[in-house]
């Protein structure tokens, strides 16, 4: 069991909260945000403390840090905020719901992965990863340091997901293949064959059709 400082008092460490606390051996004892941004001195009646003035209150030797940050900016956020935090010499704790089909799969730090992951045997995840609620990542597959998977991503047999790259939610990638790094895998998009770095697929929306509801036949 550890002490756990969340970074953020948004809604996702909210959601952190809520699972740490109820579905973990860890006790959060704490939230910080950066200073500028500190504008509450309790979140779910626990202390809010100044990012800047973490290590005078909670040193890393006593406490540890989950860092649940959001996609923004291809995950960089996340990156950069998870590295200054491993800097001043914090170690990150990683959530695996206890809802996930796990198989002692190589997790790395600061990964947060939700119920009703199917995560298949000789799979490998990377350090700062998220993983939303239902996806699926096939057989000797790699996710590379700092990726984002939202809800019902099929991955395939034998993919490697490139660095800090984005999932969106119901998209699709077939086996074998390569994604490249800092990738934005749109809603619904499925990929059948090796993508390059900083690629970006977004699928077409569904039109509206010119028939309104209340003109409807049978329905």
């Not at 699926?136 to 660095?163: K, M, P, R, Y």
Request: aromatic share 12%; with cysteine; glycine share 6%.
């Amino acid at each position: 069991m550890a002490k756990v400082i969340i970074f953020g008092i948004g809604q996702i460490a909210e959601i952190a909260h809520f699972y740490l606390t109820n579905d973990s051996e860890h006790e959060v004892v704490a939230f910080t945000v950066d200073k500028e941004f500190l504008e509450k001195e309790k979140f779910h009646d626990l202390p809010v403390i100044a990012y800047e003035e973490l290590i005078e209150k909670y040193p890393p030797n006593e406490y540890k840090m989950f860092i649940p940050i959001s996609y923004k900016k291809v995950n960089k956020l996340r990156v950069q905020k998870f590295a200054d935090a491993k800097s001043k010499g914090y170690t990150c704790v990683s959530y695996i719901s206890s809802k996930a089909t796990y198989y002692n799969t190589p997790v790395g730090d600061n990964c947060f992965i939700f119920e009703n992951n199917v995560i298949q045997p000789f799979t490998k995840i990377g350090d700062n990863c998220i993983l939303w609620s239902g996806n699926h990542i096939g057989h000797h597959t790699t996710i590379e340091d700092h990726c984002f998977l939202a809800s019902h991503v099929v991955v395939s047999g034998n993919v490697t997901i490139g660095e800090s790259s984005f999932l969106g939610v119901n998209c699709t990638i077939a086996d074998n293949v390569i994604i490249g790094k800092s990738n934005v895998i749109g809603s619904s998009a499925v990929i059948f064959n090796d993508t390059d770095d900083n690629s970006v697929y977004s699928p077409i929306e569904t039109e509206k059709s010119r028939v309104p509801s209340n003109r409807l036949r049978g329905f």
